[in-house]
């Protein structure tokens, strides 16, 4: 008890000297730490200002050393933290050499430039993606002033990352509207002026209208001679709508790769168009090819080295160039193509509007196209010329096929009763339609084919022939002669036979007949019969 009574007494124990010293050196070595932490802010914000490679001078003399131009900048502030970086709001590129008002060559509604710490230190020229959002790029024609040469710059900076989706290009062409084109995803990897870039890209294509993916590598770009700068890579064409080519439509797919420069691209690959159509004639077939060619892409110019397509099942080659020329606002067609046995009929249907081919064979021939946009209909603009063989060919139309079994009958001066025993196989040859050969040469221009050096072969006779055929009003003007193995009174029957026989002198020749024929008419109607005046067509 006597203890706890003295332990009460003494009252509150008092701390030991030790425990002070301890706080106070703890509280001495925070607030250094912490003055030295601010020196460190300090030290890191005035080194950041003075040496940040995102600040807007550096910025703006690095666009300015990479496309000498006039720059202008809206807005502008740099980002520390989390991450380095910048923004830019009203970016745009004007040309030194433009015109007052004219417009810039480049806009960027915002700029985003986003670095990494680590990079300051490991890879110092490096950065690690650039977004610019609202891209528009408008390429002036060539030669004008304010074209867009861009510049060179010896710059080891490189970017990991560059994104610029929703863009929009837009070149100028001239006394053309500009090629606009939508770049719906556009992703570059590994940018550098050294070594070029990868690439991604998906846009809307102008002309004709459809959906390009492509992928590969871009660069270096050539500053000085920018058709010179590689490019290679992998296309995809889909839904490409060929109805805004004057006469023909359908939906196209194609895909294939490409490399070479710029201005000289070599490119291989497919289309397919199940539902190609000539509008005048309004049948839907199969179209398909294999091509090599290549592309200009700073104008546009395509030259095909080597088209093998089959339409139906008819193979046809092609040559030829869709390229600009001097007075034309579009794209002037220039096309060589041959077909080797192929079928009249697949033919016939991008010619004629009967829905079914009026005519069927063998086919052969060769011709050159060409297709002047002149704002005139297709049929009015095409040209052509040249040859063709059709052999064992016959009529799909039982009436049409009946007039040239007739024709073939009278040239071998059957008599009717013999025609009967033909056609009801009393006669030692069995009934069949005849078969007929064709060739000559055809010049297309203003809707009007000049046919020359038609010849026309059935059994018992040959018919040479010269004149026109209308494809806009399909009106028929042929005229020439025609060879029989009868005498000329052999080739009708009754009192026009006793007439004839007063003609035969004229006509008949030692062996058969020689006649003066025409056919005219409109091609649904035609009219054969003898020529009464053929002295005059001659000479016309």
């Not at 006597?2 to 332990?7: G, H, K, P, R």
């Not at 960027?108 to 490991?122: D, E, H, M, R, S």
């Not at 039982?398 to 040239?404: D, F, G, H, I, T």
Request: net charge neutral; glycine share 10%; charged share 20%.
């Amino acid at each position: 008890m006597a203890t706890e009574s003295s332990a009460v007494r003494q009252g509150p124990v008092k701390s030991e000297p030790g425990s002070s010293r301890v706080a106070g050196i703890f509280y001495r070595h925070w607030l250094e730490a912490l003055i030295i932490f601010a020196v460190v802010l300090l030290t890191a914000e005035i080194l950041l200002t003075r040496f940040f490679p995102f600040s807007e001078k550096n910025v703006t003399e690095s666009l300015q050393e990479t496309f000498p131009s006039k720059l202008k900048i809206d807005h502008f502030h740099a980002i520390y933290f989390p991450r380095p970086g910048c923004e830019a709001e009203g970016v745009t590129f004007r040309s030194v050499s433009g015109a007052p008002g004219q417009p810039p060559l480049v806009t960027i509604q915002k700029l985003i430039i986003q670095g990494n710490y680590a990079n300051f230190l490991f890879r110092p020229h490096h950065i690690s993606r650039v977004i610019l959002q609202t891209l528009r790029v408008q390429v002036p024609a060539p030669g004008k002033d304010g074209e867009f040469k861009g510049g060179y710059t010896d710059t080891q900076t490189t970017i990991g990352e560059l994104v610029a989706n929703g863009a929009v290009l837009e070149v100028a062409r001239a006394n053309k509207p500009p090629l606009r084109f939508d770049l719906h995803e556009v992703n570059l990897g590994s940018v550098s002026a050294k070594d070029g870039m990868s690439y991604k890209v998906r846009m809307q294509n102008p002309e004709p209208p459809g959906e390009i993916r492509s992928s590969g590598h871009f660069g270096p770009f050539k500053a000085d001679n920018p058709g010179q700068t590689a490019v290679s890579g992998t296309y995809s064409f889909h839904r490409g709508d060929l109805d805004v080519f004057d006469g023909i439509a359908g939906t196209v797919e194609s895909e294939g790769k490409f490399s070479g420069p710029l201005e000289h691209v070599d490119v291989q690959g497919t289309t397919d168009v199940p539902d190609f159509e000539v509008d005048r004639a309004g049948h839907k077939g199969h179209l398909a090819t294999q091509f090599q060619g290549t592309l200009d892409g700073t104008s546009g110019d395509v030259i095909l080295k080597n088209v093998n397509a089959t339409y139906q099942n008819t193979k046809i080659s092609v040559k030829g160039s869709v390229t600009d020329k001097e007075g034309f606002d579009r794209k002037f067609t220039s096309l060589d193509f041959a077909v080797r046995a192929g079928r009249l009929q697949d033919i016939l249907r991008l010619i004629v509007k009967e829905s079914r081919p009026p005519m069927s064979g063998v086919i052969s021939l060769q011709a050159h196209s060409t297709v002047p946009p002149e704002g005139q209909p297709f049929l009015k603009e095409v040209t052509l010329q040249g040859d063709f063989e059709i052999s064992d060919g016959h009529f799909e139309n039982p009436s049409r096929q009946l007039s040239v079994d007739e024709l073939s009958e009278t040239a071998r001066g059957l008599k009717k009763s013999q025609r009967n025993d033909e056609k009801n196989g009393n006669n030692n040859t069995p009934a069949e339609n005849v078969i007929s050969r064709a060739h000559g040469h055809v010049d297309l221009k203003d809707g009007v084919a000049t046919i020359t050096n038609l010849s026309f072969t059935v059994p018992g006779a040959d018919a040479l022939m010269q004149g026109t055929f209308n494809v806009l009003d399909e009106k028929i003007n042929l005229h020439g002669t025609m060879k029989m193995d009868a005498k000329f009174s052999q080739s009708t029957g009754g009192i026009k036979s006793l007439l004839a026989k007063v003609l035969d002198p004229f006509f008949n020749k030692k062996r058969g007949s020689v006649v003066p024929v025409v056919v005219d008419g409109t091609y649904h109607n035609p009219h054969f019969g003898i020529d009464l005046n053929p002295v005059k067509k001659a000479k016309n």
